[in-house]
């Protein structure tokens, strides 16, 4: 992988996007120490990808669960009835 200082980074900066944008990654080094890598965003990483469904048919929600312990939520605000 590529490594370029600052200043060049601050120099060249549209031409090293447009090659990030091709999948050339590079790294930004201040006084020769690694400070950070620049890739393009074609696709999330695989730490984060989203895993919609993956409890699908695995869990049932009851038809009345945003009533469920109605009585017992009202009486702890209200007292009992």
Known sequence: MRTVNIHEAK???S???D????GESFIIAKAGRPMVRVSP??????LQQRR???LAGKIRV??????MGQDDIVSL?????
């Not at 090659?19 to 091709?22: N, Q, R, S, T, W």
């Not at 009851?62 to 009533?67: I, L, N």
């Not at 605000?77 to 009835?81: I, Q």
Request: no cysteine; charged share 30%.
């Open 11 to 13: 120099t060249h900066l």
């Open 15 to 17: 031409r090293l996007i």
């Open 19 to 22: 090659a990030a944008m091709k």
């Open 41 to 46: 965003i074609a696709a999330p990483e695989e």
């Open 52 to 54: 919609l469904g993956f």
């Open 62 to 67: 009851p038809e009345d669960f945003d009533r």
């Open 77 to 81: 605000f209200d007292g009992p009835a």
